[in-house]
């Protein structure tokens, strides 16, 4: 079970794996960041159920999310690709990303729906 830590799922004594960074996760966040402007970067401390992540912002509020080895290597990824790294845990996510996922789920409705 390479890459994989072991952890316990709430209430129970059983091992719940739990996936770790590939290079797959930097190479998506690489052409994300390179596809797209104004791109800025929020780290995401680990929790018991996942390792850190990183979720990449785009200008228009358009996101992606990946799993990354720890903080300091996304905040280093973040610097080699010339964009801005904060941690999410302290400055939160930009209104942009709120208002995009708001576009999706109204769109998603319409497409279900066929209402407005």
């Given amino acids: 079970m390479r890459g994989l830590g072991r952890i316990f799922s709430r209430?129970?004594?059983?091992?719940?794996?739990q996936r770790s960074a590939t290079s797959e996760d930097?190479?998506?966040?690489?052409?994300?960041?390179?596809?797209?402007?104004?791109v800025e970067a929020y780290v995401e401390p680990p929790?018991?159920?996942?390792?850190?992540?990183?979720?990449?912002?785009?200008n228009t509020g358009e996101w992606t999310r990946r799993r990354v080895r720890d903080a300091h290597a996304a905040h280093a990824l973040a610097n080699a690709l010339g964009i801005p790294s904060y941690d999410a845990s302290v400055v939160g996510y930009p209104q942009r990303m709120r208002a995009w996922n708001a576009r999706k789920a109204a769109e998603e409705k319409t497409r279900r729906t066929g209402t407005v």
């Fill in 11 to 17: 209430g129970s004594r059983k091992p719940v794996a």
């Fill in 26 to 38: 930097e190479r998506h966040l690489r052409e994300f960041a390179a596809s797209r402007t104004g």
């Fill in 47 to 58: 929790t018991a159920v996942t390792t850190t992540t990183v979720v990449y912002v785009a």
